[in-house]
């Protein structure tokens, strides 16, 4: 680890590029005894495993739960976060034979994971506690066991959505008795997961009053800057808060990265795929486990190729490089992780699915190519790193993107107090009734009866009307012949994923997609990339959910282009600007609005992107149905007359209304603090309801929305100015992948029109 390290400090090649090197010192444990209240045998059990104490957060949160408190623990990755629900649990089975526990957990993966975690606690206590997980693969014949019999059930939200609340008559054993829902990694319950989780958690409650129970919640999280109104908002109950860090952590070097400028002219840098994969490349093969994160599926498969051809230049086996990402099948992923922590996949390549705590033993390096897109997931990417307290390396290799520069730039916003506000709305409507019409499906509503906090009877009235309940005496019952929690996903607007088949041997499942990423990932023609193998789509079975591929050899991929329209349904609040001339500049805003749209995509192109180079070599076409969603925007409409005055500068409004909204949507990240995922902005030439008005859009990237685009409406001055701060200190001349984008994209003039529409606004 030395010799490389001492290559990075000392060589030009790489020293020049890194804008921060930050040294985080070991730091020993801080330990405490085991609370008064835990069983001796389990204490016993303990001790068998190496553990004489617990550390000091451990002991506050066990003492916390024991006093019949709701508590979210809030410590970095590898500190023990299991132990302070498992300890206090298992205790409590010990000493009632009829408690039950419910653990959730938000994959598959990481429920397998605690499991054996579980057993090996429960196994040598030879006291019968039955440990189960309860999820889509669970045998037909085990589940009549699990109701009756199991202590604790491991499962997950969507399965707790649709295997469990709907058939809680068969659960007697768990809802009569359950004291403890443990709900892990709850800081991934943002935005729309979060806002659905939100509402099943409400149904969960309203089952276990209806058996008589009301049980403890225990919560753990990542740092994120408000966890304690997170799952306050998520549960809808009081909470303590469990922060303080008692474990011990070995030494890390995090080195902020950014690939050297390549073309000074537009501002464009080395890849962060191809540098990622070089210092990936330099780690491996001193046979240091490493794991490369990338931001998509595609960068996934683009680098493990990239990766399996560096190993096999050096005359080692490409299979100790392997992808990991959503689309795997399970029994891949599961032999995946398995050759992590046993040594044999020295390089894993993976999206954030294994962001997540899921064990995978001792990883020396963590390296990102593209920054994640939040602090508390970059910290959770780097802590992946060095879990067992040795020496470790984290690298954030920055694109040329916005925010990535900002990001790398500016170290001490990043390494400061982690800003991240987990937001989440349970009352978006869409969402709310969807889980209203479950829950009458589960329970009749009593007149007058709240969801949470809500008064639902205006919705229940609505649901009578359209003979979806049907309203007697004093209750409200389900009529529908429809399952309701089949129709709703709680991760995507639709429950609809794709399967991909292999034709080259005998149509082979090899993955799926999900019902929004299939346009752009599986149409017919593109190329799909799975473990660094190259297939080509014949045919997209839209309406039968198949996508069949073929096995082929060629130097590109494909990339899809979409088609964006908008059409504004409702107004909420709007601002219109002073209208006077200030240091001689007319101010261009015609108003400024928040309320709803209703936005149209449709995936119409594909490019082919040639491998290595990334240059361009070719389109094509692409026929699938439209998507349509309604959601909340921001958006800002400018004076008619602003086309006529730009031109009279020489200026370009189309350019400089792309340039506007590609700043705007790399902005918002920094001061919303949401997930540049979460939000898209879209310019329009003509728009809103005299077909004349210039505006751009920017809004929630869910159905309903989840309160982003309030926020920009809220704070947009400040979010205008720093877009103008940053094309202006931005060294490129007409635009560039940093600030506005690529020339090619906003033109010779976007970069300077978007300067003038901003300098415009008098702010």
């Not at 298992?90 to 653990?103: G, K, P």
């Not at 780097?382 to 067992?388: E, H, I, P, Q, V």
């Not at 607007?493 to 752009?520: H, M, Q």
């Not at 309604?630 to 189309?654: C, H, Y």
């Amino acid at each position: 680890m030395i010799k490389i390290l001492q290559l990075l400090k000392n060589n030009p090649l790489y020293s020049t590029n890194i804008t921060c090197w930050k040294d985080i010192p070991a730091k020993e444990g801080e330990y405490d005894d085991f609370p008064e209240g835990i069983s001796s045998e389990l204490i016993d059990v303990l001790r068998d495993k190496g553990i004489y104490r617990l550390y000091s957060h451990q002991t506050e949160a066990i003492s916390k739960i024991l006093n019949d408190e709701n508590v979210v623990i809030v410590t970095p990755a590898a500190s023990g976060k299991t132990l302070c629900y498992n300890l206090p649990v298992v205790n409590q089975i010990l000493m009632d034979d009829n408690t039950r526990a419910l653990y959730l957990f938000p994959t598959k993966a990481l429920s397998q994971d605690q499991l054996r975690e579980l057993y090996d606690m429960t196994q040598p206590l030879n006291r019968g506690i039955k440990v189960y997980t309860f999820d889509g693969d669970t045998p037909q014949s085990a589940r009549k066991a699990i109701r009756l019999s199991g202590h604790i059930v491991v499962t997950n939200p969507d399965i707790l959505h649709t295997g469990i609340l709907p058939h809680h008559t068969n659960w007697l054993k768990l809802f009569e008795n359950l004291k403890f829902v443990v709900i892990d990694e709850i800081h991934n319950y943002r935005g729309v997961f979060g806002s659905h989780l939100s509402n099943v958690i409400r149904r969960l409650k309203r089952i276990c009053k209806f058996y008589g129970s009301k049980p403890q919640f225990i919560c753990c999280s990542a740092t994120i800057a408000n966890p304690l109104d997170l799952t306050q908002n998520v549960v809808e109950e009081k909470f303590e808060l469990v922060d303080r860090n008692g474990a011990p952590t070995g030494e890390k070097h995090f080195i902020l990265y950014n690939p050297p400028v390549v073309n000074y002219e537009l501002g464009i840098r080395k890849s962060s795929i191809h540098t990622a994969t070089s210092l990936a490349m330099r780690f491996i093969s001193e046979k240091f486990q490493t794991i490369v994160f990338a931001r998509s599926r595609l960068r996934v498969e683009i680098i493990v190729k990239y990766l399996k051809r560096l190993v096999e230049r050096i005359k080692r086996d490409p299979e100790i490089i392997k992808g990991y990402r959503g689309g795997y099948l399970p029994n891949e992923r599961r032999a995946i992780e398995e050759g992590i922590k046993n040594g044999e996949i020295m390089g894993v390549v993976s999206t954030n699915a294994l962001e997540l705590g899921i064990d995978i033993g001792q990883l020396r390096v963590s390296i990102m190519a593209g920054y994640p897109g939040t602090i508390a997931s970059t910290w959770q990417q780097g802590g992946r790193a060095g879990r067992r307290n040795e020496e470790a390396v984290i690298i954030l290799v920055a694109s040329s993107a916005p925010i990535d520069q900002y990001i790398i730039n500016h170290p001490e916003y990043f390494f400061g107090l982690s800003p991240e506000v987990g937001m989440i709305n349970a009352n978006n409507f869409p969402i709310l009734v969807s889980h209203i019409k479950c829950a009458a499906f589960e329970l009749p509503f009593n007149d007058k009866e709240r969801f949470g906090e809500l008064d639902i009877t205006p919705i229940l009235e609505r649901l009578d009307q359209e003979k979806i309940l049907r309203h007697t005496g004093e209750k409200w019952y389900w009529s529908s012949e429809v399952y309701p929690a089949e129709e709703v996903s709680l991760r995507s607007p639709t429950v609809e994923n794709f399967v991909i088949v292999n034709k080259s041997r005998n149509n082979e499942v090899i993955g799926e997609i999900d019902y929004d990423s299939a346009p752009y990932l599986i149409h017919e023609d593109a190329i799909y990339i799975h473990q660094s193998q190259l297939f080509f789509i014949d045919k997209l079975d839209w309406e039968g959910r198949t996508a069949y591929a073929r096995e082929v050899d060629v130097d590109y991929y494909t990339d899809a282009i979409a088609k964006t329209n908008i059409k504004v349904m409702n107004t909420d609040n709007t601002i219109y600007p002073e209208e006077n001339i200030k240091k001689g500049v007319i101010n261009f805003a015609q108003s400024i609005h928040y309320g709803q749209v209703s936005v149209s995509t449709l995936v119409t192109k594909y490019k082919k992107i040639k491998f290595e180079t990334h240059e361009s070599v070719g389109y094509g076409d692409i026929h699938l149905p439209e998507n349509e969603m309604q959601t909340d925007s921001f958006w800002i409409a400018f004076n008619p007359v602003i086309k006529e005055r730009l031109e009279e500068m020489e200026l370009d409004l189309g350019g400089g209304l792309k340039a506007l909204a590609t700043v705007l949507r790399n902005v918002i990240p920094v001061f919303v603090l949401c997930d540049p995922r979460d939000i898209a902005a879209i310019p329009q030439l003509r728009s809103r309801y005299d077909d004349q008005t210039p505006t751009i859009y920017v809004y929630d990237k869910y159905p309903g929305g989840i309160g982003i685009s309030k926020k920009v409406f809220e704070i947009y001055p400040d979010i205008f100015k720093a877009a103008s701060e940053l094309m202006q200190n931005c060294q490129c001349g007409r635009g560039c992948p940093s600030c506005v984008g690529p020339v090619i994209e906003v033109g010779e003039k976007g970069k300077d029109t978007a300067l003038k529409i901003l300098e415009s606004l008098n702010l």
